[in-house]
Nanobody
């Protein structure tokens, strides 16, 4: 079955960096566009970044633009989210997701598969 497994979350001080990874299995990774979302306590899940199946096109939320970078390695079936200059408001559970439409989709409802999430906590 399809599995998306996130890793790399943790506790970091404001201004620090983290690199999240999402390893995919059970699907032909190179034909899926990938996205990162996050959900803070009491809030809705929100879009963070997306990358097309080739890795050439990316798209970011306003909160991620300039601080976050999404990339992928199709040989390793893995997508990454490099997060720099982290702020306390970035604290959330971060999820990766896959969509077969090869589109830079911001709506969580249009993704086909989801990981279980990894916690990111940024202290002030």
């Amino acid at each position: 079955q399809v599995q998306l497994v996130e890793s790399g979350g943790g506790l970091v001080q404001a201004g620090g960096s983290l690199r999240l990874s999402c390893a995919a299995s059970g699907l032909t990774f190179s034909v899926y566009a990938m996205g990162w979302f996050r959900q803070a306590p009491g809030k809705e899940r929100e879009f963070v970044a997306a990358i097309d199946r080739s890795g050439y096109r990316t798209y970011y939320s306003d909160s991620g633009e300039g601080r976050f970078s999404i990339s992928r390695d199709n040989a390793k079936n893995t997508v990454y989210l490099q997060m720099n200059s982290l702020k306390p408001e970035d604290t959330a559970v971060y999820y990766c997701a896959a969509n077969s439409k090869n589109a830079l989709i911001t709506s969580s409802q249009l993704y086909d598969y989801w990981g279980q999430g990894t916690q990111v906590t940024v202290s002030s």
